[in-house]
């Protein structure tokens, strides 16, 4: 009998501290249920949308980062707060992301994953093309080849093209997890949620629609 078709469709940004919050609950997720989990950019705070680190700012994000870790237990490193003159624009590791999704899309959401750690766990400064020969150390692709395709206009129209698809899903604030059964289309989460919460409702929508083995790995 043919698989049914089913999918999350996870849209967030790699610089979204609630999407850092709920990725515990992504890599659960992903262990729990046998179905793919696409993944599609949001747009923070992109290219025009980016916002200058002044004392106001850091103040906001300060306080928004200590909310998410009491929430989620997840750590940060607050140490790109301290930069003069830093400006938080999410363009670039979302063009990075979609660059690995052009190069080797079994590694994109390692790679999101991998960005996400490196900014809110390690304090590595995603928006600066420089750390990104070293953020792809770990990865099996030809970093000459990625970088200069990063570099390339064709991956800021890539990353834009998942922005726009993100608007068309509705999804106006991140992270939002939304789950599609052939032409069905549930929300999922829209907001922080730890996998408790989720999985039992979950599980239980599904169950009523399929056998348990076309969902559960």
């Known amino acids: 009998m043919e698989r049914p078709e089913i999918e999350f ?4 940004d790699t610089m979204c501290s609630w999407c850092w919050g709920f990725a515990p609950t992504v890599e659960q997720l992903q262990q729990h249920y046998s179905f793919p989990m696409r993944l599609v950019n949001g747009g ?3 290219g025009p949308n980016a ?11 300060t306080h928004h980062w200590d909310q998410v870790a009491a929430a989620s237990g997840q750590p940060f490193n607050d140490s790109v707060l ?4 830093w400006v938080y624009d999410t363009e670039l ?12 899309e079994s590694q994109e959401w390692a790679f999101f994953k991998r960005l996400q750690r490196a900014f809110y766990s390690e304090g590595v400064d ?20 990625f970088m200069a395709d990063l570099s390339d206009e064709k991956s800021r129209l890539a990353a834009w093209e998942d922005f ?7 999804a106006h604030g991140f992270p939002t997890l939304l789950l599609r059964t052939g032409r069905d289309m549930a929300t999922v989460t829209r907001g922080y949620r730890p996998f408790g919460d989720i999985e039992a409702p979950l599980t239980t929508y599904l169950a009523e629609r399929y056998e348990p083995s076309d969902f559960l790995t």
């Open 93 to 104: 590791p979302a063009r990075a992301v979609v660059t690995m999704r052009s190069h080797d």
């Open 9 to 12: 469709i996870y849209v967030g």
């Open 164 to 170: 726009e698809q993100a608007q068309v899903l509705q």
């Open 51 to 61: 916002q200058l680190l002044d004392e106001g700012l850091r103040s906001y994000l």
């Open 126 to 145: 995603v928006t600066d093309l420089a750390r990104y020969p070293q953020l792809l150390a770990d990865f099996s692709v030809d970093g000459d080849s």
């Open 44 to 46: 923070l705070r992109p």
């Open 82 to 85: 301290a930069a003069d003159g």
